[in-house]
């Protein structure tokens, strides 16, 4: 997003030649973000960007390999298959990670669950993000009545909590995956709107803006050359951090019935289906164990998924925002 | 300036241009749509048999309950793999109550349930599962004008030899008929630390009864015992209105009934309130079975020092009939005691509060006499000979009439008030109790018996297992709710002991809805007609997709059995020779095929699919 | 704008959010399904189901509908709720100062931990310190709650004894009858009142675990956010010129740094708190307390519509306030931010 606004600056400075001199002010004042190639060798040298990158690309590459790693024999690929005894430790033969709730083969809900977390995750971040980013900038931006109007209407969102939400949809639509996606960026955007327009609201008093204020460039350019991408580093640290949490809300709608089913390979469900297992005992060859890979594999997915992502935006923000690199 | 003709010609060819695009993108829209419907027609006409055509079928169950979460998904990997693809079951779980509001509205089609009788009597079962207008029958729409006459001629008949025959009869017609698939009759199951003593099962108690109770000296604290219960709140706290166990185990501590179960036995019956049990030979019952003397026992006084007397037995059961809340359990008295009892509904209240009831209060007078201080008759309109054993239903608690009358008696606030209040002759009174965390029980110093070992009971609403059982293994609760499939769980823990073996009375089941409401209901989760399960065939299909086995030894480990029918093992009118269905799936394939698809079923989904699918779009 | 006046006007900006929120929520709550099943049995008749609906006006448009149940709310008749077998004001009552006492501890530990390590992160920004938070952090939101909750359950009570079972106070209080005398349903502040320290003592006792529970993931967030807006600060001019003047480290840190790092931060505890408030359904389950998470979630699950509507009125009426607490807080912290 930040990448291409910069190019189309770069773009429109070149042509306008009479008030370059000013232009060049404001570019000095503006912390600058380097070209994407540029960017690039920074991530590399960047250790932590670098790791996190190379989990997530771990995980979606298990994620593209589910039916090479865990073949499915179900009817439907993305259900667990269970023989309904009770937990079985990993490291036995046909059960890699061993089984959990009802024998759920944990090791084929940990590859196939790639796919249905990082679809939940980013498609609800993402988009979230993506409207309350323009919401907020707008309303932070030009303030007065369209604030007002603005926040208003985000505040109603804002106030409704998210789990009553989830089940009006999911009882005037469908329960399942897609309606749960639907309602979880319903109840999502609004506080992105709200973190978006408080950073403009600081942006909008700092040297650069009023510079580019004083040389007459329009509202809007100003807002999304100018704010908008100096206002991304608290995002980008809200989104690494929600992209686990995504999972996390969606196993819990889960839990409670709404969202996917019990079964589906989601790390979220299974971390809930297993939840009555934590603390129990379980036989296996003769000796009671407790049966502590129920939750900990998928939950394990769950921060390593997180975790990459948290990863990389730190990364990220070091390199986008030069003011935290100094 | 001389930029703005050429950029408005732009903007307006432009402006053509995205009319164009959207024309030909919703046009590419429509043929698809068309497409895809026109494909989905023509794939569902081939089918005659829903073996072949395939369904979509939501399966229900209390959420929380995993053992019936997991029959739900039995019986759904047991029905998908007969015909892969084809056949989608849902399992979808349910509040309690939000599944008594489905179940009243008749939207499910198939729901997981049990069955836990209020008296120990087959007639308990038979009616709420088979009687027309009974609970499960009216819930799955079933009706039969043959089958409820032989059921009321087996609850009205005196002789036990005959009686039991009648009933073997009715099981064997069930088992053919198949109306329902039993699938699990449960034993006791209770985690008790090992220094509570006087534990007796009786599977007519709701949960414990904390007369019988006492600690040993090994227990730090030997005069309160602590019980770490589900998430669950009484419904009320009166009689004639709480018909749920939460409730049920304050009312049975806290109340008494005129007679009460002996010991571990539901059937043979101890006096209680009454100074015996009547009988034909002892002349407490009539010969022609339709009057019951009870003759009151004296000295006895409720917990605020009054004598209970017979006006206040008379009282308890008129202000019960009279209310008559179609959610309580007083049908079991008023179906015997008022004629044409079903005609009665419940009563309401005036603006100021005032009761107006339509079970009258000279309906009442001809049913219950108080014949002097301590005698009370019952007349019966018909033969019933269950009616003793329904007396020791927490229904029929014994209630003081000075305190309901100080309090309100029989008007809005009188009722209000006895929701949250208690005054009783039992063992025990209620102390202070809290919403979603406790009910607190003292013992009740002034009892008419010896009183209690035990010198308070804390129930406390424990809703994660996990707590559950950290709690038990460190003492500080005496008995815990734990989930079956955690079995191995107390057997592994030290100085907890698991009391199980004795059958209960409880009865798990899959209901099949043969007249289901389709109204609000999504294609995608249950696109079958209203009366699918109105076809023997489908309903054999289903009994034999459950994988009854696996069921009761890894669900629920061994602690319950297959039931061949209503009538569990146990209980009167049980027989053995009733058969039980296997799990064969070739079986209920061929079930299945013989179950033909309804006239026009096909072409109506196609229909139903559109305009399902434009309904979504709108919202 | 004075404050006065901007505190008064965001507070009449609060009825139109309101009013939006019920609208939604009456709309969805009346889509998604017959409102009048609660109210009907298999055993009425038609013409008791008739009653029914004239009794509740379901029979009537929606929008008229919407205008009953509004002037109930006004007259603070705000319906039966089922799933508390009480009215739904006095559900509230009773639910909301539980949720409250412990969202308040969860906060404040939340708050101390979040920006002292936060800051500290940032001072000690890529050593040790710093990649040892950041970790915990992330651990922090993504660990399942029921897991940590029961793990230090396990730990913290179980096995070292030093935390109690769960609920909001023990059993003794129970027994001896100090619980039939509430007053506020604030256990801290009734304590207080009964000049019971004892009792004082044990509630607070019994907060600690479940406030640390929840203040898990709210730590995380905080202290990612300060250590943001900390690593930003550090960089601008003015810090460079307390440096340059020799100011010593500490105090520009405390004094210049801290100060105006908190200000990104103040959104996040805003809305975090005002989160904490609407309930946690894990955290109460596990903790044995009878709080709105609990509440809302069996209310929903019953389609108890009194209580989801009057619980979400609760909650869109927590929410505008803690955004005006925001609000002002920011103006409080940032000069160059005006009001209005």
Excluded at chain 1, 138 to 146: C, K
Excluded at chain 2, 187 to 198: I, L, S, Y
Excluded at chain 3, 284 to 306: C, H, N, V
């Amino acid at each position: 997003m930040a990448i291409s606004t910069r190019s189309r600056t770069a773009a429109s400075t070149a042509t306008d030649s009479s008030i370059i001199s000013i232009r060049d002010i404001t570019a000095e004042l503006r912390p600058r973000i380097k070209e994407w190639k540029n960017s690039w060798d920074l991530i590399r040298h960047n250790w932590t960007a670098m790791m996190g990158l190379v989990l997530i690309i771990t995980i979606i590459i298990i994620a593209i390999l589910a039916p090479v790693l865990a073949p499915p024999s179900g009817v439907d690929a993305m259900y667990i298959p269970r023989d309904f005894d009770l937990p079985k430790p990993p490291f036995i033969p046909g059960h890699p990670l061993g089984t959990g709730e009802m024998g759920a083969d944990i090791y084929y809900g940990v590859i196939w669950g790639a796919r249905t977390t990082i679809v939940i995750s980013l498609y609800v971040v993402l988009t979230a993000a993506l409207v309350g980013l323009v919401v907020g900038a707008i309303s932070g931006y030009y303030g007065g009545v369209i604030d007002e109007v603005l926040m208003r209407f985000t505040d109603i969102f804002l106030s409704l909590p998210a789990l009553i939400m989830a089940m009006a949809i999911a009882s005037i639509l469908t329960r399942n995956l897609e309606n749960m996606m639907f309602a979880l960026i319903i109840v999502w955007w609004p506080s992105y709107a709200r973190l978006i327009r408080g950073q403009v609201l600081t942006i909008r008093e700092s040297t650069y803006v009023e510079a580019a204020k004083a040389i007459g460039s329009k509202r809007g350019r100003i807002l999304f050359r100018h704010i908008v991408p100096n206002s991304l580093s608290p995002l980008i640290v809200a989104i690494t951090l929600d992209l686990g949490a995504v999972a996390l809300v969606a196993a819990s709608l889960s839990y409670i019935g709404f969202g996917v089913p019990s079964g589906y390979a989601e790390w979220g469900r299974m971390v809930s289906d297993g939840q009555g297992w934590f603390l129990a005992k379980v036989p296996f060859n003769g000796a009671y164990h407790t049966p502590w890979w129920v939750v900990s594999f998928p939950a394990l997915m769950i921060l390593l998924f997180t975790m990459g992502f948290s990863l990389l935006g730190d990364g990220l923000r070091d390199i986008l925002d030069p003011r935290s690199r100094r | 300036m001389e930029g703005s003709a050429p950029a408005a010609k732009k903007r307006g060819m432009s402006k053509k241009l995205l009319a164009v695009i959207v024309v030909a993108v919703l046009l590419i829209a429509a043929i698809a749509a068309a497409v895809l419907v026109l494909g989905n027609q023509g794939k569902s006409e081939q089918a005659d048999n829903w073996l072949d055509k395939g369904f979509n079928l939501e399966i229900f169950y209390n959420s929380g309950n995993t053992a019936r979460q997991t029959a739900c998904e039995l019986i759904k990997s047991g029905l998908e793999s007969l015909n892969p693809g084809k056949i989608k079951i849902t399992v979808t779980p349910l509040e309690w109550s939000n599944y008594l509001e489905y179940r009243k509205t008749g939207k499910m089609a198939a729901m997981f349930l049990g069955w836990a009788p209020d008296y120990a009597d087959p007639d308990d079962y038979l009616q709420p599962f088979y009687l027309s207008g009974g609970t499960y029958a009216s819930m799955i729409g079933y009706n039969n004008a043959t089958l409820d006459a032989m059921i009321a001629a087996a609850a009205a008949e005196l002789d036990d030899t005959q009686r039991a025959a009648l009933y073997k009869e009715i099981s064997m017609d069930m088992y053919e008929e198949c109306i329902y698939v039993w699938t699990a009759q449960a034993n006791n199951f209770a985690a008790q630390r090992n220094w509570v003593e006087g534990y007796a099962y009786n599977p007519m108690y709701s949960n414990l009864y904390y007369y019988s109770l006492s600690k040993t000296e090994a227990a730090a604290d030997t005069t309160t015992f602590r019980y770490a219960s589900i998430d669950g709140n009484a419904e009320s706290f009166d009689p004639v209105v709480d018909y749920e166990t939460v409730g049920g185990e304050l009312l049975q501590n806290v109340y008494e009934t005129l007679v009460w179960y002996n010991g571990t036995s539901s059937s043979d019956l101890i006096p209680m309130l009454a100074t015996e049990v009547p009988t034909i030979e002892n002349g407490g019952i009539s010969a022609d079975g339709l009057t019951y003397t009870f003759n009151i026992r004296s000295g006895v006084e409720f917990s605020d020092g009054t004598p209970m007397t017979a006006e206040d037995v008379k009282y308890s059961f008129d202000r019960g009939l009279m209310y008559n809340d179609p959610h309580g359990p007083f049908w079991m008295y008023g179906q015997v005691l008022i004629p044409d009892y079903y005609n009665y509904g419940m009563a309401t209240f005036t603006d100021a509060g005032v009761m107006q009831p339509e079970i009258t209060q000279a309906m009442c007078d001809a049913a219950i006499w108080v014949v002097d201080s301590d005698t009370v008759q019952f007349n019966l309109t018909q033969p019933y000979p269950a009616f003793l054993s329904t007396l020791a239903f927490n229904a029929g608690s014994i209630v003081s009439k000075s305190y309901v009358e100080a309090d309100g008696g029989l008007s809005k606030n009188g009722y209000t008030f006895m929701s949250t209040h208690m005054m009783g002759t039992g063992p025990f009174v209620l102390g202070d109790f809290a919403t979603d965390a406790y009910y607190n029980l003292d013992r009740n110093d002034n009892y008419w018996r010896e009183p209690a070992a035990l010198a308070h009971v804390i129930i406390s609403q424990v809703p994660e297992v996990g707590t559950r059982i950290l709690q038990l293994q460190n003492g500080d609760v005496d008995a815990a709710a734990i989930p079956r499939d955690k079995k191995t769980t107390l057997e592994a823990m030290e100085g907890v002991v698991l009391r199980t073996g004795s059958p209960s009375f409880n009865v798990d089941f899959l209901g099949l809805n043969q007249k289901l409401n389709l109204t609000g209901a999504n294609p995608d989760l249950t696109n079958v007609p209203s009366d699918f399960f109105a076809d023997k065939n489908v309903r054999l299909a289903f009994a034999h997709a459950f994988k009854y086995s696996t069921y009761i030894e890894n669900t629920l480990q061994g602690t319950a059995l297959q039931p061949n029918g209503a009538i569990p093992k146990g209980m009167f009118g049980y027989s053995a020779d009733v058969p039980i269905y296997d799990y064969n799936l070739e079986k209920a394939k061929e079930y299945l095929k013989a179950a033909k698809l309804p006239a026009g079923t096909s072409s109506a989904s196609a229909l139903d699919e559109v305009v399902a699918a434009i309904a979504r779009f709108e919202l | 704008m004075g404050l006065k006046r901007y505190i008064f006007r965001r507070l009449l900006l609060i009825i139109p959010v309101l009013i939006g929120v019920s609208i939604i929520i009456f709309s969805l709550t009346r889509m998604a399904g017959d409102p009048a099943a609660a109210y009907i049995n298999e055993k009425m008749n038609a013409s008791q189901i008739a009653d029914v609906y004239q009794k509740y006006h379901f029979n009537e448009p929606v929008y008229v509908q919407y205008f009953y149940w509004l002037n109930g709310i006004l007259n603070l008749d705000w319906g039966w709720s089922k799933t508390a077998t009480m009215p739904v004001t006095d559900a509230i009552a009773y639910y909301l100062p539980a949720t409250f006492e412990l969202a308040l501890t969860s906060i404040i530990i939340a708050i101390i931990a979040g920006i002292a390590l936060g800051t500290t992160s940032a001072v000690k920004k890529n050593r040790p310190f710093d990649h040892t938070t950041r970790v915990i952090s992330l651990i922090g939101v993504s660990i399942p709650v029921f897991w940590l909750g029961l793990l230090l359950l396990l730990v913290f009570y179980a096995q070292l004894g030093l935390f109690p079972k769960g609920g909001r106070y023990s059993d003794i209080f129970i027994l001896t009858g100090v619980t039939k005398n509430l007053v506020t349903g604030f256990m801290t502040v009734d304590s207080l009142i009964m000049g019971n320290l004892n009792f004082f003592a044990d509630v607070i006792w019994h907060l600690i675990l479940p406030a640390v529970t929840l203040s898990f993931s709210s730590i995380a967030l905080i202290l990612r956010m300060q250590r943001n807006s900390m690593l930003e600060v550090l960089h601008l001019d003015y810090i460079k010129t307390a440096r340059a003047k020799g100011v010593p480290e500490r105090a520009v840190i405390r004094k210049h740094a801290r100060r105006n790092a908190l200000i990104p931060t103040t959104t996040v505890v805003g809305l975090a708190f005002g989160g904490l408030l609407s309930g946690a359904v894990l955290t109460e389950s596990i903790f044995q307390w009878p709080g709105l998470g609990r509440w809302s979630a069996k209310s929903i699950l019953r389609m108890d519509t009194a209580s989801i509507l009057g619980f979400c009125l609760l909650i869109a009426f927590i929410y505008v306030i803690a955004n005006l607490v925001v609000d002002i807080m920011y103006a409080y912290l940032d000069p160059r931010v005006k009001l209005g």
